[in-house]
């Protein structure tokens, strides 16, 4: 599985994100990834998607496997914001809750790059 994309398109509903949750723990157990980390995983893409759901009318998700990294990208995800409106302040802890499970969590204009690294274990 080294250098493979998976890409997942999902219709911008609450229903569907169990679909993304099972795709992404498939994927990390065939990596060797442990329980703990396939759950951190699951985890924070559901605050991912949870994000995006207002913002598109569909969630596009990329998988990306490498030698020594999981990547998974999610589009239309929030940046952090200073506010103190409810809905800013959910959006904020759901990007504390992907940073504090994640190994690495980049935002960019398109969306949210989050990064699990694979252990020499993990291939």
Known sequence: MKNDIIR??????????????????????????????????????????TNALTRTDE???????F??????IVDNVALPEHNEDTLIRESNLGILIMKSLMDEVNFTE????????????NR
């Open 8 to 49: 997942l398109t999902i219709p911008s509903k609450p229903d569907y994100i169990s679909v993304v949750r099972l795709t992404s723990s498939s994927i990390a157990s065939k990596l060797g990834l442990s329980i703990d980390e396939i759950e951190d995983i699951k985890v924070s893409l559901s605050e991912a998607c």
């Open 59 to 65: 969630i596009n998700i990329k998988f990306e496997i």
């Open 110 to 121: 398109k969306g949210v790059e989050m990064i699990k690294h694979l252990k020499d274990g």
């Open 67 to 72: 030698d020594d990294r999981f990547v998974i």
